[in-house]
């Protein structure tokens, strides 16, 4: 059975920090393109950052872009979210998610309904 959980959220100042987890079972995850994504109140789900695993290649939306940066851990099977310069606006649930075809791209990203599995999400909140 296919598993993801989250693990990381909470309550920053603007201009914090935080690293976002996601562990893995019951796949490999370097076979799988993975990305995060959030969802704000009121707002659709929109993409943040993927790995494509065909070749490493990380891609991210605009709006993060020179903040956030995603990884992977092939021996603990878990991917990261690490977030710097948080902003009000980045305030949502952060959910993980793989899809059952290790490319991802900049066009992928922008489609949820392109990954099949998904975690519980985790909340992350920038706010004084």
């Known amino acids: 059975q296919m598993q993801l959980v989250e693990s990381g959220g909470g309550l920053v100042q603007p201009g914090g920090s935080l690293r976002l987890s996601c562990a893995a079972s019951g796949f490999t995850l370097e076979n799988y393109g993975i990305g995060w994504f959030r969802q704000a109140p009121g707002k659709e789900r929109e993409g943040v950052s993927c790995i494509s695993s065909l070749d490493g290649s990380t891609y991210y939306a605009d709006s993060v872009k020179g903040r956030f940066t995603i990884s992977r851990d092939n021996a603990k099977n878990t991917m990261y979210l690490q977030m710097n310069s948080l902003k009000p606006e980045d305030t949502a649930v952060y959910y993980c998610?793989?899809?059952?075809?290790?490319?991802?791209?900049?066009?992928?990203?922008?489609?949820?309904?392109?990954?099949?599995?998904w975690g519980q999400g985790t909340q992350v909140t920038v706010s004084s």
């Open positions: 998610a793989a899809r059952g075809i290790k490319y991802c791209s900049n066009y992928v990203l922008e489609g949820p309904q392109y990954f099949g599995s």
